[in-house]
């Protein structure tokens, strides 16, 4: 794996190592760290990478690594850049046939994701996005209930992501996150929406298997000064009738990072909360709920297939994250033996959603522009 | 306290009675508990009535008890049935000269309201309206902190109150409960969110003390066949830039009574549940969360006040409803005294609260009908 | 009703008078609510008692009483004085004809606790000791489902009562409560294990209808100064092979009246926290855990007999003490009426309960005086 | 680094492997992952090990690693063997100056883990033992906030560690880890003691910083036929007068991995649970307790330094284990560079913890034996 982005004092970049690095099933091998070639060098030095193998670009790496034997170059660019800086470098990696994972949302804007998307259809390469919420067993336990039946017909969804960590205006401190996350220019048409809103979406389709049609949406930015809201509000219709609330702040004082999702249907109900993401309530008519825990009986094959160690020593973030790495390294060792991929371990987020979360984004802006007025998605 | 409605069988009315018993101030003397005379006569037995103040009708009630000597009469004439019947006894007690006790919503119409709220007004009567989770000593806790400018100036409120016992037809099956608020000739405009969203709304506004300026209601009936909203999504703008989100349902599977709020401000956030009402959590920016809880530590006078047992003895829904019949018992008898009562004990819902829950409800199917657009209240 | 005790300024009488009240099938009629008769008489004022019925003593109340014609007079006393004013009124009562509720521990002595139940086994009367955590609706749901064997044959038990309030020499600052609980001549010979610790007996043996048979237990005094245990560490030895641990605290700082059961069978585990007293956890072997709660689902009908509002609707200590009030109020009712109670309102602690835990409290001082040495029970 | 034993099918193999490459500061060069040289061979293969440092046996591995040229060769053994393997890989590894990382109990007995403890004192080389759960930042967070005096002089402790998983007896269905755990010749003098027991006390002192005097241990064997104990009820008396309980179960039906810690101090008390591991309860008197959380305000340096991502990106078990080896990394690396390590990365558990271990290990069964009575530690 080579890695653009991810340098020094970065976040997600280190993320991203972890994560890959996690399963034993790759090795960051080489990297464009930083924009600034001894920024790049010195930080591949903190990853035991050798030197030559650090670049300046990547386009110096995608052209170097190409020409290595095939046994050494790398297999899979990571992308961890800000929003903006995601296109270049995933379109370069695909077509120079390297396969990409990239951090979302996929790019800084819709027709940036859906060239992506013809790239990623014309080579047949593979795609992740790391809509990494998406990777706890306890998420695809949801999914797998829905889609056997189990809580009957979906009716209503509430899904909600606040955070309170841009409460004040740290952007102004040199706070490096912050920055360019509240800046249009680096993040895209919408601040807190497109940052976490964009998880909220992804996270309701995927679990329930059912696409937003309508949304009304009352954006807002309570912080004087900043340019891209940090809060919203939105009302959702789905396709076959069910109902949604989907809100995300970054304004919400004393919030860590709540990802939650409660999902109703004709039979039972299910609630998931990220921050203590091995829980999963299971709720019935007349009957006692039910605390689904990651290990715990007989839980979906899905499930099972995403969680590493025995119930009750808690699973977090960074193993839900390489999920999605360990099953892009299997899809990709599977097509180096001509083999076909267990279909457990080909369940990521692609391309698609990325274009799908741009669409979505989109379409929360031009409500909100509208005075909160339903558009459909 | 004479009593309209309640008999056998009858939920509410039974919870009125242990309300009103709870703290000894007052004593339940008469009733019309049924139109059925046969049936209230045989319901005041059980609850040690002589029989000679079992009466058959709520005016029988008035018009005997007036006569009564003003220390054997009733003070206070106390409303438990259906919506639809709330108007008329309400409006000849306080004709009357009796002070009232109603349950909420407040009447059948807002016209109807109003004119008991212009009739209170004129005789100065006391008219309590039993949103009776305002009753909760963590509640007023949470208004006293907000009043007191400990969480700064309020951003954003999410206030909900999923149910699920009406998930199925159960109207069908005889449930008296589910069938007459189910009947939009019972219930009024408004199912789901007349009966549990005007708790929420009114919730909302008593812990902020923000008025709700415009709403966006898209409500949905789930249920096949059944006449009125079973489910409510709400987008609301209050007065001063504050953002809100209001749902409530009566069919999201597996939710007993689950009526929280969280409100966020510039300094913190409050979070309160009803069905752990004796915790508040109070949330701060870079700081840990606080565990409020009634009873421990230097809470506000409101709060204290409004609590009977040591920390950690569990005071439940009965008790908070339980503290608007006190607070009205304390506020007769200042008045028999000729005193002033303690302003911490003239905290209770008014006639007013309901005139604003029949707008409220108004305004709901306003907006929905209109496709949830949004419209001004 | 008469009451012994409990006039202004007391905790524990209120909570009586609330208890009893609560379900509108016991009148507070009388009462000796002080030693002083002229306190006794203003807090007769406060309750609405007849001035004539407010007694300088228990035992002018009880005499008096006895005389007022058989519809008039009071039927049961209740007691709410401190331990070492328990036996004298219970006696008298009982000896003259009146049924008691007395809070416990029952008496000062095992020798005055052996003379009650002797007394009682032989008038026939009522005898309810406020054991008042028996009351709760899951703790019946507990009892029934070890009963019906489902979890199987119990081996492990876990009960445990941590308060806070006794952590510093409290009773030193005129605090009332803390001051007669730490002095051996009105507490008795143990101080936290006799007032809480006692509760935890009484409940584990209560749910798992297994009694302790052999007990090595650690009694500390951790407040310099204090003449009576505020902490103890017990491990017990029940019938049939379980094992179990209770420890009980006065000075474990920020809990508050934690008392809390875990119970582990052959099938299953069960869990209860008094002070989130509405849900049962019910544990099984590779399969979810379940949230018993309150009113949701099929109970066993001794719980639902002890439940009286729908779901979600807390209930909490004063209606679980209300419970056994309204049980003795429905005994005393059959036996006017000369018909057998329903059984499932038979079920309150009685003086043998007293007599046991009395028995406790001996053997817990009588081990740890021997180095917390091991002994039969 | 080289491992020892964790080939295929091995449960705390795979747990070392990812904790290890989780920070990307050791890599995995060579193993003897089986007794049997076919399968370490293929376990090999399976971490992607060149084939010639896939060794048959540990003695080869040690051997032949040993000529490897310095930058070449492994620095570090790690083994996670059943406990009866574990000291003569890590005696001859000491021997031929190699660090060691083991998996816990450190020795089948006592005097091995003295040998042990007097080999790393003459070699001067790391040791680290993996009581892993005192890896996580609340537990450090915990530890730091008692050394400096925040709770107080600390009065009780009570540390529980129930499962569930060996309630019925599994071992005789060929599960693996309940084979060797409940098989004397392999596991030890203790089943569930010494296997999970010994964790406990290890936190427990740990966090404290006081050493257990005293102790009073009530073992059982529940299953019928094991050979070894299951569940252990055992009260502490530590240094200073402080007391304590520990209990821990291995039949504790629906339990899972449930480690947690009560202390009280004279000033406060702290709560942490090993299954929501990034939030620590901090108890104060008459003030709210407050939710303190991996990430959140200012915590001490010693819990910052153990946490990799932001606040509400939950770190798990496999975090907590990583700071073990990453640790160990940290300080090698000193050594290789010739500076000294920042004590914050200094803090693992040791050899010496190891011999603690046993000795308390030991004590449970003596004291159990002599039927439970009061033995020295």
């Not at 046994?71 to 046939?97: C, Q, Y």
């Not at 490096?176 to 992804?202: F, L, V, Y």
């Not at 309570?222 to 109902?243: A, I, P, Q, S, Y």
């Not at 741009?358 to 522009?369: D, H, P, R, T, Y």
Request: charged share 25%; glycine share 10%; net charge negative.
């Amino acid at each position: 794996m080579g890695m653009v982005g991810g340098g020094r004092g970065a976040f997600i970049g280190g993320v991203h190592r972890m994560a890959a690095a996690l399963d034993g099933q790759i090795e960051l091998v080489c990297g464009a760290f930083s924009s600034n070639p001894e920024k790049s060098k010195a930080s591949a030095a903190d990853f035991f990478i050798a030197p030559e193998r650090a670049y300046g670009s990547f386009a110096e790496m995608i052209e170097t690594e190409k020409k290595l034997p095939e046994d050494v170059r790398m297999d899979v660019v990571s992308i961890v850049t800000p929003n903006h800086v995601h296109f270049a470098p995933a379109k370069m990696a695909l077509e120079n046939g390297f396969h990409v994972v990239c951090d979302k949302p996929v790019t800084f804007t819709l027709a940036e994701a859906k060239e992506l998307e013809k790239l990623v259809e014309e080579t047949g390469l593979i795609f992740a996005l790391t809509h990494n919420y998406t990777g706890y067993p306890m998420v695809k336990q949801a999914k797998a209930m829905i889609k056997n039946g189990e809580i009957g017909t979906i009716r209503k969804v509430v899904v909600e992501y606040p955070q309170g960590w841009l409460a004040t205006k740290i952007e102004d401190s040199g706070q490096k996150q912050a920055a360019w996350r509240t800046d249009p220019t680096k993040s895209g048409a919408s601040g807190c929406m497109g940052d976490i809103g964009s998880h909220a979406e992804n996270l309701a389709e995927y679990i329930t298997g059912l696409k937003i049609k309508e949304l009304c949406a009352d954006l807002t930015t309570f912080v004087n000064g900043r340019l891209l809201d940090d809060d919203g509000n939105v009302l959702l219709r789905f396709e076959g009738g069910t109902k949604g609330i989907l809100h995300a702040s970054q304004i919400s004082v004393g919030e860590e990072n709540d990802l939650n999702i409660r999902v109703y249907g004709t039979k039972g109900g299910l609630q998931w909360r990220q921050m203590e993401p091995n829980t999963l309530l299971v709720k019935w008519m007349d009957k006692p709920t039910q605390i689904y825990r990651t290990g715990v009986g007989e839980l979906s094959p899905e499930a099972n297939a995403h969680s590493r160690i025995p119930a009750g020593h808690p699973e977090g973030y960074l193993e839900a994250f390489a999920n999605i790495y360990r099953n892009v390294a299997f899809c990709i060792q599977a097509r180096l033996k001509g083999e076909e991929v267990n279909p457990l371990y080909a369940d990521f987020p692609t391309v698609s959603d990325g274009v799908r979360g741009m669409e979505f984004i989109g379409k929360l802006v031009e409500s909100n522009e509208k005075g909160a007025a339903w558009v459909a998605l």
